[in-house]
């Protein structure tokens, strides 16, 4: 049985500047990630990838009865990947995979503030331009 998924949106566009950063002691990795598009005048990017640490983490997961957040507590809780895209819509959200202090392996998405780096993150963006309006209507 097949089923089909009518509320996908497909958006065409190509790949701009690519952005590798450095975050430092305390600084939350969502409110970063917005402020590096910004800095380096990003209307969009996708977050590539990202490793490092966090003094704690919050993350947050989908249940059926809605939202619910967890804490992973440090300090030392490590990244293994970070992933999501910024500035396609009015919420950004970044998910995520970490390790705490005794291996232990958490996913979600990461709660905005909850999330601040512990000796660094090593971050890299990629830029997303989308094809204007116009263009997608005469092809």
């Known amino acids: 049985m097949t089923t089909l998924v ?10 701009g500047k690519l952005v590798m950063a450095r975050l430092k002691p305390n600084q939350d990795l969502t409110e970063s990630v917005e402020a590096l598009c910004e800095q380096h005048g990003m209307q969009a990017a996708i977050v590539r990838g990202a490793i490092g640490s ?7 997961y989908a249940t059926p009865d809605g ?7 440090g300090p030392g809780v ?17 998910q995520g ?10 996913a979600g998405r990461f709660v905005r503030g909850g999330n601040l780096s512990f000796i660094t993150i090593e971050i890299t963006l990629q830029e ?11 092809a």
Do not use: C
């Open 6 to 15: 009518s509320d996908i949106e497909v958006q065409e566009g190509t790949l």
């Open 54 to 60: 966090l003094i704690d983490a919050r993350l947050e």
């Open 67 to 73: 939202w619910r957040e967890m804490e992973i507590n």
């Open 78 to 94: 490590e990244i293994l990947n970070v992933f999501g895209e910024v500035g396609f819509s009015s919420a950004n959200h970044l």
């Open 97 to 106: 995979v970490v390790a705490d202090v005794d291996g232990k392996i958490y």
């Open 128 to 138: 997303w331009i989308p094809k204007p309006v116009q263009e997608l209507v005469s």
